[in-house]
């Protein structure tokens, strides 16, 4: 079992849906959680960075966690062509490791 | 803002070739990293540095070596490139601490002829 979980999907929405990208994890040690953004042939580009359980909102954007149920969710509001792209979600202890998810592709039709 | 810059957005070498992908970041960031990115397998770490000349294998250090004589700078090595190491090549910086997330290039995509 990975210790990040990640529908690879894609997913298709039309442009103005909610999205919502989900992770699920393993390890009750994580303790911080992120959201990437990875346009095409483009490297990862750090989108929302939480601590611990709780909501935090940035823009469209609303990242999740659930330690209880060991889940992670990024939310997108009023979704744009522009938010095409491959979202992975990561996971680490606090230590140097960091685990990612394989990532989930998005597409937002106009 | 964080800049971490690798050397070549694409590359192309031949089987048994040594080959050098080079990585710079400006943010005086202690740790840095080498992954891989490949259909299906999502990132993979190579290896990583956590100060200057100390470095840790990752999950998949067969075949790479690694050389960080600057605190800015972290070469990943292929001492004799071979077809299943075309792929995409990542960097990431990050500074010490448990509050601190990974920031990355945009990668080398690496082809072995």
């Known amino acids: 079992q990975k210790e990040v979980e990640q529908d690879p999907g894609p997913l298709s929405v039309p442009e103005g849906a909610i999205v919502s990208l989900n992770c699920t994890y393993s390890?009750?040690?994580?303790?911080?959680f992120m959201w990437y953004r990875q346009y095409s042939r483009k490297g990862p580009e750090l989108l929302m960075y939480?601590?611990?359980?709780g909501n935090k909102e940035d823009g469209r954007f609303t990242a999740q966690v659930d330690k209880s149920s060991k889940y992670i969710s990024l939310f997108i509001r009023d979704s744009q062509p522009s938010d095409s792209a491959t979202y992975l979600c990561?996971?680490?202890?606090?230590?140097?490791?960091?685990?990612f998810g394989a990532g989930t592709r998005l597409f937002v039709k106009a | 803002d964080v800049k971490v810059t690798q050397s070549s957005r694409y590359l192309v070498k031949r089987t048994g070739e040594k080959v050098f992908l080079e990585c710079v970041q400006d943010?005086?960031?202690?740790?840095m990293f080498w992954y891989r990115q490949d259909p299906g397998l999502g990132l993979r770490l190579i290896y990583f540095?956590?100060?200057?000349?100390?470095?840790e294998k990752g999950d998949i250090p067969e075949g790479y070596s690694v050389s960080r004589e600057k605190k800015e700078r972290f070469s990943l090595i292929l001492e004799s490139a071979s077809t299943n190491q075309t792929s995409m090549y990542l960097c990431?910086?990050?500074?010490?601490?448990?509050?601190?997330?990974?920031?990355f290039g945009d990668g080398t995509r690496l082809s072995i002829l």
């Open positions: 390890n009750s040690a994580f303790q911080y």
């Open positions: 990561a996971a680490y202890t606090g230590g140097f490791k960091t685990i």
């Open positions: 540095s956590y100060d200057v000349k100390m470095k």
């Open positions: 990431a910086s990050r500074r010490t601490g448990g509050n601190q997330p990974q920031h």
């Open positions: 939480t601590y611990s359980s």
């Open positions: 943010m005086d960031h202690e740790n």
